[in-house]
C-alpha cells in the first residue's frame, strides 16, 4: 500500500509511532493518514456524529448552519492545519479549515481502502471538488488509494506513473493511480501542469485538469441535479466507469453517485451562508 508513515508536525503532542490516542469512549475513532507527498495531515471519520467547534476549546459555541450543528460525514476526509490544546479542560482540538475537532478521536492509519466513501483529496479543501474527486474513485473502484492499477495490483513508488500495462481479459492497460491515469493521458498532463511526480497531490491536480478540460467548469458549487448529470456526462468521456458508459465497461448508475454526491456535500459548510 502506501510507503512508510511519516511522523506527524511537532504541533502535535503525541510521539511519532504512538499507534492511537485514547478516545473518550468506544465510539468509532477518526484516522488520520499522513502521507509522504503531503506536509499536512488528512482526517477521516467513522464517527457521523462528532460535532466541529469554533475555537480550540471545549467550552466554545458548535459550528452551526441553518439545519443545526455541523457534523463531520461518515468517511468524510478534511485536512489538519494544526493542534491547539485547551488550557481549561486540558483537551487538543485540531484545525480543520472550518472548525476545530477534538483530537481524543484520532488515530494513524497506514492502509487506504477501496471502499472508501466520503469527499476527500489531498490537494482541495472545498467538499463540493472532493466530492467530484471522490466520486471518481468511487466508479473507478480505487475509494481513496493512489497506488492502484488496473486488478487492484499496487505499485510502491511515486517518483513517476509505473507504466505498467495490466491485462484484463485480451486487452492490456497502463492506467494507474486513484484516478487511473493511462500513461499517455498523464504525459499530457504532465506537459501542461508542468509536474513531475506521481504523488497524490499530483494526481488531485491532474484529475481537476481533466474534468476543466472536459468542460465540468462548475464542480466548485453545489450542483442541482441536471447541473451534475451534464457534468458526469462530460467527463464520462474520460472515465469509462461513469455513466452513460461511454466505451462498455461496467458502470455505476447515474442515480447512485447523484446519491452519494447528495449525501458528501450536505450540509454546506465550507460555503456556509
Not at 40 to 67: C, D, F, M, Y
Not at 89 to 111: C, H, N, P, Q, V
Not at 240 to 245: I, Q, V
Request: charged share 20%.
Amino acid at each position: 500500500m502506501y510507503k512508510p508513515w511519516i511522523c506527524l508536525s511537532l504541533l502535535f503532542v503525541f510521539a511519532c509511532g504512538r499507534s492511537e490516542l485514547s478516545t473518550p469512549s468506544a465510539e468509532a475513532p477518526l484516522e488520520l493518514r499522513v502521507h509522504p507527498d503531503y506536509q499536512g495531515t488528512a482526517l477521516v471519520t467513522a464517527e457521523p456524529s462528532l460535532k466541529i467547534r469554533t475555537q480550540a476549546t471545549a467550552a466554545s459555541p458548535l459550528l452551526q448552519t441553518e439545519e443545526g450543528p455541523v457534523k463531520l460525514l461518515v468517511g468524510e476526509g478534511v485536512k489538519i492545519r494544526a493542534v491547539k490544546k485547551d488550557a481549561a479542560s486540558g483537551l487538543e482540538f485540531a484545525d480543520i479549515g472550518f472548525g476545530w475537532a477534538d483530537t481524543r478521536y484520532l488515530k494513524k492509519s497506514s492502509t487506504c481502502t477501496r471502499g472508501f466513501q466520503g469527499p476527500f483529496s489531498y490537494a482541495y479543501d472545498d467538499r463540493f471538488t472532493n466530492s467530484i474527486l471522490s466520486l471518481i474513485g468511487f466508479t473507478e473502484g480505487t475509494g481513496n488509494c493512489y497506488n492502484y492499477m488496473v486488478g487492484y495490483k499496487t505499485f510502491t513508488s511515486y517518483t513517476e506513473h509505473p507504466n505498467q500495462c495490466q491485462t484484463f481479459g485480451n486487452n492490456c492497460s497502463t492506467a494507474a493511480g486513484r484516478y487511473q491515469f493511462l500513461k499517455k493521458t498523464w504525459d499530457i498532463i504532465k506537459e501542461k501542469k508542468s509536474i513531475a511526480s506521481f504523488g497524490p497531490i499530483n494526481q488531485d491536480q491532474g484529475a481537476i485538469y481533466l474534468i476543466e478540460n472536459r468542460g465540468f467548469d462548475n464542480y466548485k458549487a453545489r450542483l442541482n441535479v441536471a447541473q451534475f448529470r451534464a457534468g458526469i456526462e462530460l467527463i464520462s468521456w474520460e472515465w469509462a466507469s461513469m455513466p452513460p458508459g461511454r466505451y462498455g465497461q461496467p458502470i455505476r448508475q447515474m442515480d447512485a453517485i447523484w446519491q452519494k454526491y447528495k449525501e458528501w456535500t450536505h450540509p454546506d459548510i465550507t460555503n456556509k451562508p
